[in-house]
């Protein structure tokens, strides 16, 4: 009976061992996964972004403030990081075209750094926002 209960008491804490164990390892993952835009991630956006139709987009980044260039039209932007929006105006040299934009950061690879803007915009005299500037870095 004695070797019994010792056999089962063994069996029982291997299990515990090997439940937390899982467990512990399941959480750590998790937190390597994880990156949501109001979570902590890096806002940092500087450099060259695809953005399609529009060209590159080249950003610099100095705090929240951002100023970039496009090469659609010689066009340029300068705006704000706030939570995860970067929004702002662009003008186009080419055209003499300008308006507002915005940005949503989002992270849809494994990195603690932005890695898509998914945007819209308008035109100082229609405020009729347009989709689709999007860009991949």
Request: proline share 2%.
């Amino acid at each position: 009976m004695k070797m019994e209960l010792k056999m089962k008491s063994k069996i029982l804490i291997g299990l515990c061992i090997a439940l937390f164990s899982y467990a512990n390892l399941s959480a750590q993952k998790g937190a390597q996964v994880e990156a949501r835009p109001e979570g902590g991630f890096s806002k940092k956006i500087s450099g060259v972004w695809d953005c399609g139709d529009f060209g590159n987009l080249t950003l610099k980044q100095n705090g929240n403030s951002v100023t970039g260039t496009y090469e659609y039209n010689g066009g340029s932007l300068k705006g704000n990081i706030v939570g995860n929006k970067f929004s702002g105006i662009w003008s186009e040299s080419e055209t003499g075209d300008s308006g507002a934009f915005e940005f949503e950061l989002q992270i849809k690879r494994m990195t603690p750094d932005p890695t898509h803007l998914e945007g819209r915009w308008n035109h100082a005299n229609d405020k009729k926002w347009q989709s689709g500037w999007n860009c991949v870095k």
